[in-house]
């Protein structure tokens, strides 16, 4: 048993709440990135420097498959743990 007293020791680690914010941080890269990303493309797009089929016409679908997957792969690192809880017995 740990001496000090209880206000004293350190936090447990929270995996939830990790992973929680682990989340919030992932959906505001992924709006960040996209939000750059629709700014250069618009305004090289003003421009009129935007070729046929370039990279801006791919940004929408490859940052929507990024978040996605990383959006679930969170998701289920939750649904992991809140699984791995359902089955543990009770304690006290």
């Known amino acids: 048993m740990d001496p000090r007293p209880e206000s004293e020791r350190p936090a447990s680690f929270n995996r939830e709440r990790f992973l929680l914010r682990l989340v919030a941080l992932v959906l505001v890269a992924e709006v960040s990135l996209y939000a750059f990303g629709a700014g250069v493309c618009a305004w090289r797009g003003a421009q009129q420097q935007l070729p046929q089929g370039g990279l801006c016409a791919r940004y929408d679908n490859a940052v929507h498959t990024a978040f996605g ?6 998701l289920a690192l939750l649904g992991g743990k809140a699984l791995s809880d359902s089955r543990r017995p009770p304690g006290p």
Do not use: D, P, Q
């Open 69 to 74: 997957v990383a959006l679930n792969t969170l």
